[in-house]
């Protein structure tokens, strides 16, 4: 592992604090040493408070933000004498020990200090930093780690046997480091969980950081125990969308709430998927404690999740009594889910969460894999994984989540949605917690947006084997599909029924009905599946229930959609599945309406174009966020009872009323 330090880049991040927020984000760009929130670091300075008396401080990184992104403000101020002076309370439970941080703040805005700022505290050291880098974990966890260790590195750290973190770990590295540290000590080890060191420079204790992992990889190179190669998956044919679409309804029945499903079918994923010691080497437990937060303890193998949540009751029964009180069960809903035939899957509330899930277990793929090569991976026992799992500071954490935005863990599939309604439909849905893909003719459906919740595809959706692609994409990036807005369409404007060819009529059907049949028939097996029942939301027309002159096309196109949609109503009504129809008009600010179309619609009413904007009974423009919102708002609970409906968004129509 090579050092990022730079002269250049450093000068730019002048004082101690500048300094501490250049070499935290150095660890944060390497993966191999902590990843998203992981790892923590401090500085200690003297600075003057309001009455100008000189105050020993000590900045420590807070909970929240990751390395590689912080700033001077992710770094909370803490009054440093009686931050250190908490270890010596014989006991403390983890509340009182953030309560005694909280209480030592010297900036009440600050974000709350890490829960190994006692620690920090206690190193006599001006700089402090701390990761859980791969090469030590993977060491570390061996049935000899401890001895490995040991001969890595000597009497150069200090040595500390697993404690869980927070207020005991502490103590006990205090302890040990008064009873062990000498001239000699640049860091510790804390076994099957990460490194410290330290330093009187960000840049020392950055680079003893640096030198520390590097013995680790060198260690594992000399024990061939570094290009681990994983066993060659066999290739296999990609799962049906319907089989991922099941899993997911599955999972979210055990989470008892939408759940994303990500498949990776990658060598990568695959190959450990496929690992012939499967059974052994993934059923022990994570590569560290903190990972149990999003992964849970163990993956499920296979698909029996009846099985996997009967496991995991189990182990919350046998654990439970660690704590005193009543501890609230989490679902028992697994997170990583290893099929050898299909690969690796991640399920998680969020796309971000997922994402996070599956950045630490291809991390902890790595680290069993070299963990083996040394001669067998071996993770904490499972009290040690569940007292991290269930303590006090996260059981708080869950009785705060419970409110989340109402579409959080849905799939919502927008056609159309590079402008327009179905754009903004696209920012209705997002707000509304849906994971959404947008599908497009305009490339820019594809990088609009740049969030893990969010897969544009170009696709023409008058072409069924680029939407068979699109729901390949859907349900790979996402597991399955709960709602479906049909937006896409086409308007070609002012052709009279004596004028109208044969052509520009099948065009206009092709894009405004025909599509939408083979969306339709695509979706209905993952609507299906969906864990709330799954929705349909269709952009019709106020030309609907009241044509005009000139738009026999569309308006013949609409009526037929709409009724599409009606008996699709009556289909679906057993699957749970609801279809309901949006009948907007003059909807100016969409792409529909040239500035050519809008003079002469407004001319055809004897009107201007400011007052055909609001020729309605309710004299209002009808934007197209108004509409986006009517349609996320028919998929949503308010109309959880109602289907086959036609609801007009116009600001009021005599000739529909
Ligand atoms: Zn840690």
């Known amino acids: 592992m090579q050092s990022l330090w730079n002269d250049a880049e450093a000068s730019r ?16 760009r390497n993966a191999d040493l902590v990843l998203h929130g992981g790892g923590n670091t401090s500085v200690k300075v003297r600075k003057p408070d309001l009455f100008g008396d000189e105050l020993d401080v000590i900045y420590v990184k807070g909970s929240g933000w990751n390395l590689v992104t912080i700033e001077a403000a992710g770094f909370a101020p803490l009054r440093l004498e009686p931050v250190r002076r908490l270890v010596e309370i014989p006991d403390l439970s983890d509340t009182q020990m953030v309560q005694g941080l909280r209480s030592n703040l010297i900036d009440p805005t600050a974000p709350s200090p890490s829960v190994e700022t006692i620690l920090h505290a206690n190193l006599p050291h001006k700089y402090v930093d701390h990761t859980h880098a791969d090469a030590f974990v ?23 046997p697993y404690v869980m973190p927070g207020f005991r770990l502490a103590r006990r590295c205090a302890e040990l480091f008064a009873q062990y540290a000498t001239d000699k000590t640049i860091g510790m080890a804390l076994l099957n969980h990460g490194l410290f060191t ?64 990500r498949l990776h079918r990658d060598a990568h994923a695959r190959a450990f998927a496929a690992h012939p010691e499967l059974a052994r080497i993934s059923q022990q437990g994570p590569i560290t404690p903190d ?28 654990c439970q009594n660690r704590f005193p009180g009543q501890l609230q069960q989490l679902d028992p809903a697994p997170r990583v889910i290893l099929k050898p035939e299909w690969g690796l ?103 609009q947006l740049d969030r893990p919740d969010y897969l544009g595809l170009q696709s023409d959706i008058c072409d069924e084997a680029a939407l068979e692609a699109a729901f390949d994409a859907t349900v790979t990036a996402f597991g399955g599909l709960d709602m479906l807005v049909l937006n896409a369409g086409i ?27 083979s969306l339709l028939r695509l979706a209905h097996p993952l609507l299906r599946l969906a864990p709330n029942g799954g929705r349909v939301a269709v952009i019709a027309s106020k030309n609907v229930p009241a044509p005009g002159p000139g738009a026999a096309a569309y308006s013949a196109s609409k009526a037929g959609l709409t009724q599409l949609a009606r008996v699709a109503a009556l289909e679906w009504a ?35 174009v400011e007052a055909y904007r609001r020729n309605n009974l309710l004299q209002t423009e009808v934007r197209s966020t108004d509409v986006a919102n009517l349609a996320a708002a028919l998929c949503g609970p308010l109309f959880a009872r109602t289907t086959g409906a036609q609801i007009p968004i116009d600001g009021g129509n005599e000739r529909v009323i």
């Open 13 to 28: 991040f002048p004082g101690d604090l500048g300094q501490r927020v250049y070499t935290s984000r150095l660890l944060g």
């Open 138 to 160: 993977a060491i570390s966890n061996t049935a000899d780690g401890p001895a490995r260790v040991r001969e890595i590195y000597g009497d150069e750290v200090v040595y500390i």
């Open 198 to 261: 330290f330093g009187e420079t960000a840049r020392e204790s950055y680079e003893r950081m640096i030198d520390l992992v590097s013995r680790a990889e060198a260690y594992l190179q000399r024990q061939g125990a570094w290009q681990v190669k994983l066993p060659s998956p066999v290739e296999q044919a990609p799962p049906s969308r319907e089989a991922i679409a099941d899993l997911r309804h599955q999972v979210s029945t055990f989470a008892g709430a939408p759940m994303l499903l």
């Open 291 to 318: 990972h149990v937060l999003y992964t849970k303890r163990l993956p499920l193998l296979g698909d029996d999740l009846a099985a996997y949540a009967k496991a995991y009751r189990d182990y919350f029964a046998a």
């Open 345 to 447: 899957l991640t399920a998680g509330r969020t796309a971000r969460i997922n994402r996070r899930i599956e950045d630490l277990y291809r991390h902890t793929i790595d680290v069993i894999a070299r963990a083996e090569a040394l001669g067998g991976y071996q993770a904490l026992p499972a009290a040690d994984i569940f007292d991290v799992e269930y303590w006090e500071l996260e059981q708080a954490k869950v009785k705060v989540q419970a409110n989340q935005p109402m579409f959080t863990g849905e799939v919502v599939l927008v056609t159309g949605a590079a402008s327009g309604i179905g754009r903004v439909c696209v920012d209705a849905f997002l707000a509304r917690g849906a994971a959404v893909v947008g599908l497009d003719l305009n490339p820019v459906v594809a990088t």
């Open 491 to 517: 308007f070609k404007a002012g052709t009279s029924i004596a004028e109208l060819s044969l052509a520009a009529w099948q065009e206009t059907m092709q894009v405004n009905l025909d599509a939408n049949l």
């Open 574 to 608: 057993a699957d749970g599945i609801r279809v309901n129809v949006l009948h907007p008009n003059a909807v100016f600010d969409t792409g529909l309406w040239t500035e050519e179309v809008l003079q002469d619609r407004a001319a055809r009413y004897g009107l201007s």
